[in-house]
């Protein structure tokens, strides 16, 4: 029972710990805006093409009704707030 | 420029107000960008400028005044280009908006915080916007023209803000209501039947509007513990139910807990979406779970070790952010931080390095550096736009900035940046290299 919990505990943290993005992408994930990062500079409010983008409480919220997943607010973003 | 004498009138007007800040820059920026054997350049004089501040009325009222003037972003490609008929790049996509943002509102302080203001966005050179969410179908064309197109592009944006946070004891009430107005032109274009050319047959402009409201209640059962629960609801205004939007979260938080010489932070949120566009676009609606933990652990005097992770989980949806940095700060508050991220599960899993250094040479001269690369694994990429096989993106940021400080609050900077990103031919999220030099003045009171 140890060895297993101990087995288990070893695999989880060797999974976070290796980055190689075994996680597949799921269909149905949508962008997620980093509050702790973003600051509300909107510099992706300029680029996006679609009108999805709006600053709330300084922050930027992205519209999941307007967005079509180009990525541009994800390149431009200076602190990568935005994946 | 009008907007810039604006900006100058601020600053000597600066003195008058209870804290501000003001930023100016005067940019050269010259940009490339490849597409098969055209090589695209430019090089502009672009502006940044920025100033926020508040005037005092009494001791419960203040007038909130803010402008910026962001040119920076701009890049137009109608400098030489290796081949003249080439002159005008084909990808208008690659071409940046300016803006100018300016704002005014009034701040009540009593019953807590109380805010209105307003604001406005006005766009130059905006690219042009697909969105489907317009009404387009504004006229019938005439009979001479084939439909060919429309062409949207967004003019200005308003903003009505209401704010209003009240404190009762140990817990707050948020009301955080939001107006955003959408002026746009739609240029309908058409092909003539008898001269065979393409035109435009008609130009209209329209508004589309939301209201986007936010409350929250918070519950502080401890300085370092809360519990909360909130609503976003975006309301589409243009009789549009379908691209409404609900989000509903409960969230507990521990902030800045210290256990030794740890410094820890963690959230733990549970949320629940409610949109049709979203269920028909095929993202995650329903209940889903956030788990953010961030610690800082102290080495020694100055020296720290940060460490952050969050996962988002939810049906068929998983995904992870990592972040580890390391930061050394010295009494003269010259600084060397480093650090790596990655986001993996997501639709733009990418990795990044970063170092940023600020050395104080003397009390009055410091020169700052910042340096960053990130890179897009081609393994997540799921787009619904095109061929998504192979799309990957690099950025690589250089930066140095040199600033003399005259007093405590007043320096002089200048500095070079340049901004790699690598070139994919035909694609509309391309964005070209670029680098710029830079003069300017900030100034801060507080």
């Not at chain 1, 909107?42 to 990525?71: E, M, R």
């Not at chain 2, 009008?2 to 800040?21: C, M, S």
């Not at chain 2, 007038?63 to 008929?85: F, Q, T, W």
Request: charged share 20%; with cysteine; net charge negative.
């Amino acid at each position: 029972m140890k060895k297993n919990l101990r087995s288990a505990v070893v695999f989880i943290l060797l999974c976070l710990g290796c980055f190689q993005g075994c996680v597949n992408p799921s269909k149905e994930s949508f962008l997620t805006v980093e509050e702790t990062s973003c600051i509300g500079c909107g510099a992706c409010v300029k680029v996006c093409k679609y009108d999805a983008i709006t600053i709330i409480g300084n922050k930027a919220v992205i519209d999941p009704s307007k967005c079509q997943l180009c990525g541009r607010c994800v390149k431009v973003c200076p602190y990568d707030a935005i994946h | 420029m009008k907007q810039a004498a604006v900006l100058a009138i601020f600053f000597l007007a600066a003195p008058l107000f209870a804290d501000y800040q003001f930023e100016f820059k005067g940019y050269d920026v010259l940009g490339e960008s490849r597409s098969g054997s055209g090589v695209y350049k430019s090089n502009a004089g672009l502006l940044y400028g920025v100033f926020n501040a508040t005037l005092p009325l009494s001791p419960a009222w203040d007038i909130l005044l803010s402008e910026e003037l962001d040119d920076v972003l701009r890049l137009s490609y109608d400098g030489p280009a290796a081949n003249p008929v080439d002159r005008i790049s084909p990808f208008s996509e690659k071409k940046l908006p300016s803006s100018n943002n300016v704002a005014a509102g009034l701040r009540f302080t009593g019953l807590g915080t109380l805010s209105l203001s307003f604001k406005n966005m006005e766009y130059w050179d905006a690219l042009p916007i697909y969105p489907e969410f317009l009404q387009t179908n504004y006229v019938s064309a005439d009979p001479n023209y084939v439909w060919s197109g429309d062409m949207v592009k967004r003019q200005s944006r308003n903003n009505i803000n209401a704010y209003w946070l009240i404190p009762i004891s140990d817990f707050s009430v948020l009301a955080d209501i939001n107006y955003f107005g959408l002026n746009y032109s739609l240029d309908q274009g058409g092909a003539n039947i008898n001269t065979f050319t393409d035109t435009v047959f008609g130009s209209w402009s329209g508004t589309y509007q939301d209201l986007w409201s936010r409350f929250s209640l918070g519950w502080a059962i401890d300085p370092a513990f809360n519990l909360s629960a909130g609503v976003l609801n975006k309301s589409d205004l243009n009789d549009n139910s379908k691209y409404d939007l609900h989000r509903y979260t409960v969230q507990m938080k521990g902030n800045q807990v210290t256990l030794g010489d740890n410094n820890f932070t963690w959230s733990l949120s549970g949320r629940w979406y409610e949109s049709e566009q979203m269920k028909e676009n095929g993202f995650a609606v329903g209940p889903g779970a956030l788990l953010y933990a961030r610690d800082v652990f102290t080495l020694d005097r100055g020296l720290f070790l940060k460490g952050s992770m969050s996962l988002e989980v939810g049906h068929n949806l998983y995904k992870e952010r990592f972040e580890f940095a390391f930061r050394k700060a010295w009494e003269n508050e010259s600084s060397v931080e480093t650090g790596y991220f990655t986001n993996q599960g997501g639709l733009f899993p990418t990795q990044g390095l970063y170092l940023r250094t600020k050395n104080y040479l003397t009390p009055r001269f410091s020169v700052s550096t910042d340096s960053k690369s990130v890179y897009e694994g081609p393994e997540g990429f799921y787009s619904k736009l095109i061929n998504p096989d192979g799309i990957r993106f690099i950025k690589a940021i250089g930066a140095i900035e040199g600033a003399f400080s005259i007093s405590k609050h007043f320096e002089f900077l200048g500095g070079v940046d340049y901004t790699y990103y690598n070139s994919m031919a035909f694609e509309d999220t391309d964005f070209p290299s670029r680098g710029g030099v830079y003069l300017g003045v900030r100034t801060w009171v507080q």
